[in-house]
Each structure stands twice: as C-alpha cells, then as structure tokens.
C-alpha cells in the first residue's frame, strides 16, 4: 500500500527484513528440531550456530542479486544463507520444500498483522461506547429511506456501530485462529523426509498449529475466509463513512467531522468543509472488499499446488491488512473528534411539522377501537394536507372531529412528546453494553 494509507507497525510487517526474518527462524527451529530427534540428521552443536546469525540485518540487494540468476525467491535466501554462514548451512532446508517456510511465513505475518488490528477494534469500541452514552437522551429523527420516520436517540447510532464492531472483534479473533497454521510436511505434504514432530516443534516456536492436512501449501480456504473478514469489516467501517456524510450535508448539519486547524476544505471556495476523511475509507473498503475476491480465487489450485496464488497474495496480504489498519485508526480519529451539532439535531426534528408522530396517532386510535383501515386513511389524509403545504399535522390533528371524538388534546400531547421513544432505551443499551470490550 502506497505511504499515504499506511502506518509504520503495519507496513513493518510486511517489510523485505521482516519477512526474511522469519524465514529465517523457520529454517532454524527446523534445523533445531532435527537436531534434538538425535538421528545424526543434523549435528547436535549446529543450531547454536545457525541461530548466532539471527540478529544480522539480512542484505536484500544481495539476496535480490541472487533471485535474478535463480528466479526463485526461496532458493535465492538460502544462496545468501550459505554465503554468510558457510558450510554449516547444509543444513538448512532438509526435507523441506520451498512453501513449508513461504506459508509458515505468511501465517505469522498474517497472525501479527491480526493482533494490531484487534487492537485497532478495540481503540474504536471505546470511542464508540463513550459517545453512545454521551448522547444517550438526545432526541433525534430516525430516517428510513431517507426520509423521516420516527424519534430516536442520537446515542443509538453510536450503540449500533459498538455492537456492530464487538461482532468484528470476534469475527477476526476466528479468522486469527484460522490462518494460524505450519505446514513443515515436504513437496505434497506426505512427511516423506521429515518426522511430523519437525512441524509440530516449530509451530509450537511460532505460535501455531500444525495444519491438518497440507498438500505442498496450507489450504487457501483459509486465507480467504481471513480476507473475506476484513472485507465485511470494511463495509461496516463505510456503513458509519457514509452515515457522517449524510449527516454533514449542509441540508441535514447535524454533525461534522474533525476539520484541522489550517485546514482547507476547498481550492475555490474558501466556505467548504468537506467530509473527505469518511470519503477517504468509503473508498478504501472499495479496495478491501475487491481483494477479497482475489482470496477467494485463490482457493482453486492446480492438484497439489501450483503458484497463481503466490504474485495475488503478494498484494493483497500487506495491502489488506495495512489499508484495514488504516481505515480503523482514520475512524477512530473521526469519532473522537466528531462535532455533534444538538441545535440542529433538534430543529430537524420539527421539519415536517410533526409528521413523525403519524404511528403515535395511528395506534392511539386503533386502541380506542377504529379499525387499523380506517385509522390509517384518517392519519394518512391528514399527512398528505402537510405534505401540500396546508399546515403542520399535529394542529391539523387537533382540530380533526374524527380524531377529537376520540383522543383528548392531553392524549395527543402525550404521545407526540419527543421524550416518548426514551422509554424502553435503557433496555436497549443494558443489552448492547452487557458485553464489555475484550482486555
């Protein structure tokens, strides 16, 4: 991913060093692992002296030198190996084929870049919870279809995006377990050069599993049912991107994202302040969401393996993770400094004359007796009256003789009080907030 939508911890990851950092470590708790079987395999001071090299810094031009003669990423590595460590270097590698370490790698890749993003949930369920109970009893209008519908809380909004991003967390703790797999099984995955207790000893190392059952690479399965993840994590993160944007259209104003001290929001028109950060990850979760298409493509390989999976992957793994990092921080950032405007919360409220209480008015009547066909011709002749500019339906309502007959203007009173969705909110949030955020 380009600088501009990455952050360092993730970018890391995905570094040349880091990368050959842990491939590195792979051939040696192998080496390690062949040693202590004590079959003369690998002599039993020879780990010591691989792992005496793991501090180095690795020279990628001259790993790269080597790849342009070998065109073979993993034997160029182990080309640099044994110029560096010489002789002992035979060692390395033995029984291995070249994705036992490239996939092994990549899960511990995918497995560190998991933990900064869980990490990232977490910042933003925070943020989330907080201005849910900061705006828990501030009376909003819910729209659906645009229009709008009925009174809520503002708050609710915020306690959607929490439980919403609680389920992420889980979502992404079970896409960690699934990709946190060694495969150390040979060239189709048969162990027909090395005793499965390899595997098991440098995933134990690592901090994985051995896969069940390899063929020369870890199923790809996997690998997409962990992109698939981010890319619906992704769309949840634009669900709120476009939600802001709404809301910050100059019709609506009811919140405004963080606008930066010298900031510009326009090259022509000094007056703008766009909400260009919540475009910005509208756009992103584009990306994330077509990468995942590409994981799943990769799930059909040729047998037992074959490399078309290897150049998507190539991409799609930093890029997804570090994009997702980003994304999550950039709306962390924008819910943190979120400008909620309560004035114009509330003068929107009266926009369409009380109209917002039609299903108020609806069951009240249906409680007195009238039938659901009837009540709803009366509210809705009296909506349309509002709706050509004749008057505001709550006095239209109170001077109706169908509706007089039958509601007092206390009742009327009662069940148009903006306060009335207030009643059941605090079952709602107690079931929202009863789960915590994960430690």
């Known amino acids: 991913m380009i600088p501009r939508y990455s952050r360092p911890e993730l970018t890391n990851i995905w570094s040349d060093q880091a990368r050959y950092k842990i ?9 390690e692992a062949l040693a202590a079987q004590g079959q003369g395999i690998v002599p039993t001071h020879i780990p010591d002296k691989i792992w005496s090299y793991s501090g180095r810094e690795f020279d990628i031009v001259a790993i790269n030198e080597h790849e342009k003669k070998v065109h073979h990423d993993v034997i160029a590595f182990l080309t640099y190996l044994s110029d560096i460590i010489g002789e002992d270097a035979k060692y390395l ?11 092994t790698a990549f899960s511990v890749q995918l497995k560190k870049s998991c933990d900064h993003l869980l990490n990232d949930i977490k910042n933003v369920l925070h943020v989330m919870k907080s201005k849910a109970m900061e705006y828990k009893e501030l009376v909003c209008v819910g729209r659906s279809h645009g229009i709008h519908a009925e009174p809520m809380v503002f708050g609710m909004k915020f ?71 981010l890319a619906v994590i992704a ?18 104003a009811e919140v405004y994202e963080p606008f930066r001290d010298g900031q510009k929001g326009s090259s022509a028109m000094p007056h703008k302040r766009n909400p260009i950060l919540s475009e910005n990850i509208t756009g992103l979760a584009r990306l994330v969401r077509a990468w995942s298409i590409a994981a799943m493509e990769n799930v059909a390989l040729w047998h037992e393996r074959d490399i078309s ?26 819910l943190n400094g979120i400008n909620v405007v309560p004035e114009n919360i509330t ?34 002749s009296n909506s349309k009256q509002v709706w050509q500019g004749v008057g505001d339906f709550l006095t239209i309502t109170r001077n109706d003789p169908r509706i007089q007959s039958l509601l007092s203007p206390e009742e009327v009173n ?9 009643q059941n909110i605090d079952t709602v949030f107690d079931r929202v907030f009863s789960e915590q955020i994960p430690e």
């Open 23 to 31: 491939w590195f470590e792979v051939e040696a708790y192998a080496c």
């Open 93 to 103: 590698h033995f029984g291995m084929t070249s994705s036992d370490v490239v996939d």
């Open 159 to 229: 306690a959607s995006m929490y439980s919403e991003f609680l389920r992420h967390y889980h979502r992404l703790v079970n896409a960690k377990n699934e990709i946190s797999v060694c495969a150390i099984s040979g060239a189709v995955g048969t162990y027909a050069h090395l005793n499965p207790q390899v595997e098991a000893f440098v995933a134990e190392k690592l901090g994985l599993r051995p896969e069940n059952i390899s063929t020369q690479v870890i199923p790809r399965d996997r690998h997409a049912y962990f992109f698939t993840t």
């Open 235 to 252: 769309s949840s993160v634009e669900r709120i991107a476009v939600e802001i944007r709404h809301l910050q259209r100059t019709e609506v």
């Open 309 to 334: 999976h290897s150049s998507v992957e190539r991409v799609i793994a930093p890029d997804s993770t570090i994009t997702m990092d980003f994304m999550l921080a950039r709306l962390t950032e924008i």
């Open 347 to 380: 003068a929107n409220l009266d926009t369409t004359g009380g109209l917002i209480y039609s299903q108020s008015i609806l069951l009240a009547l249906i409680s007195k007796g009238v039938t659901r066909e009837d009540a709803y011709s009366i509210v809705q």
């Open 414 to 422: 009662k069940i148009t009080d903006r306060n009335y969705c207030l």
